[in-house]
């Protein structure tokens, strides 16, 4: 490590739960698990999975092997260095361990003593490619069922190391996901040998049972985000999306009057353009205090066909109104439109109305989804009783029956996916920062 690079903190260790301890120590000789190739941890967000899996997988690596290399990858690399790297170098903070962190680049590494340990993010099926032609002696896959399977598969190939291991820890998807089916049947546990050892938020002594019941509250408890990530059940995703909200529509809607006794921070915009099958859509959110409350404060939708001047005349109505009343300083469009976004911009400028128009970041839909699906749980959404198009968008809005093997929100033409679009894109840049109970 650089001396100009800043240590990190020591790490705090917590008292450990049994399952925990089994996570950690499985691959010693003595062992009951020792013989097994692959170790998978699943189960509920905050369960203390991850920091075991680390604990575990560096004192594996480091007592049975020198010179040797090693697979560590994460949804994305921010993701890998925040939820892994981070811990882990506080870790060896406390324990003493000197070590080097190459930080960027296409070797980005991480070299504890005589072995090298390579990062990777794995969210592109291209991502694999970046494993061609090593060999290690083991790997760690962070967050694992959103990898793409051509990742796994491939840094399963990479390990041939005698001795080599397999750690893997997750948040269960469907039942039908492919880590599921190929690595925790019990056919396939026993062919491949893998030990499964399965988390709940009890397992982990440091969380306390107030934090606990606010992590069991963020989602709605009939909602497939609560099985998953509260449960730790392997379970489709069906029906409704935002069952909670159409069950209770009225609980979420106010009026002019409820407004009156909030003070909107300020507020974003997102924009959805249609195409043939598609309506175009204005969604103007506000956001209070503290990110207290998310309020769909106004909304404008268009199915019929209409050239680039309505649009664009229409777009510049709706700003000139939202300013008017907020803080209203950015737009959020769809990125596939850029013909049409810069035509926003040229309108905007002619009629002297300055708002900075961006491109919709347009990260996955199911992280969104959770998004609103615990802001519904938590109390903290609510719709201006107006904005008919997004009210009945939400309420009616249901997964793809014919796609049950992935969660695929409903798009055939007829379903409102538009007022839906718009809406997420105008959160979508403060969505980490409002969901302060990620998983």
């Known amino acids: 490590m650089s001396k100009r690079q800043k240590r990190p903190a020591r790490f705090d260790f917590k ?18 698990y020792s013989e097994n190739n692959y170790v998978i941890a699943d189960g509920s967000i905050r369960s203390g999975k ?57 070797d980005a590494r991480l070299e504890i003593g005589s072995n090298t340990y390579y990062l990777y993010g794995a969210n592109t099926e291209a991502a694999q490619d970046a494993l061609q032609g090593l060999t290690a002696a083991g790997a760690y896959l962070d967050e694992a069922a959103l990898f793409p399977k051509s990742f796994v598969d491939q840094a399963v190939a990479r390990c041939s190391v005698d001795g080599w291991k397999f750690w893997m820890n997750c948040n269960p998807e469907g039942p039908h996901h492919f880590i599921r089916e190929e690595y925790l049947s019990p056919e396939e546990m ?35 985000f609560y099985k998953r990530f509260i ?34 921070m300020y ?15 204005f969604t103007l959110t506000g956001f209070t205090k503290g990110f207290k409350q998310v309020v769909v404060l106004d909304e404008w939708y268009c199915r019929k066909r209409i050239n680039p001047d309505q649009l664009q005349a229409a777009f510049v109505d709706f700003v000139k109104r939202a300013q008017a009343k907020y803080k209203v300083y950015e737009a959020y469009c769809d990125s596939a439109e850029q013909t049409l976004i810069s035509g926003l911009e040229t309108a905007c400028m002619r009629a002297h109305v300055s708002i900075d128009i961006r491109n919709a970041i347009k990260g996955p839909i199911n992280d969104r989804i959770a998004f609103y699906n615990s802001l519904i749980a938590q109390h903290r959404w609510k719709i201006m009783d107006h904005c ?15 796609k049950k093997q992935k969660d695929v929100r409903l798009d055939d033409g007829l379903m409102n996916v538009d007022s839906l679009d718009s809406c997420e894109y105008s959160t979508e840049s403060v969505q980490s920062d409002i969901l302060y109970l990620a998983g």
């Open 231 to 264: 449960l730790g059940l392997w379970v489709a995703a069906e029906g409704l999306i935002y069952q909670q909200f159409a069950d209770n529509v009225k609980a979420y809607t106010v009026n002019e009057e409820w407004l009156k006794g909030q003070e909107i």
């Open 15 to 32: 008292p450990f739960s049994e399952q925990q301890r089994r996570l950690i120590h499985w691959w010693r000789t003595k062992a009951k």
């Open 388 to 402: 008919e198009n997004t009210i009945s968008a939400f309420e009616q809005a249901v997964y793809d029956d014919s």
């Open 267 to 281: 507020a974003v915009i997102g924009v959805d353009f249609g195409g043939t099958k598609s309506a175009h859509s």
């Open 190 to 224: 026993k062919k491949k040998r893998v030990y499964h050892l399965h988390f709940t938020m009890d397992d982990n002594l440091s969380i306390s049972p107030k934090r606990k019941e606010a992590y069991k509250n963020a989602w709605p408890h009939r909602s497939v």
């Open 50 to 106: 991850t920091i075991a899996c680390i604990i575990g997988f560096l004192t594996w690596s480091q007592e049975m092997f020198s010179g040797q290399s090693f697979i560590l990858a994460g949804k994305t690399m921010g993701a890998l260095k925040k939820n892994v790297v981070r811990p882990m170098l506080q870790m060896m903070e406390a324990w003493g361990w000197p070590y080097t962190y190459i930080r960027s680049g296409t």
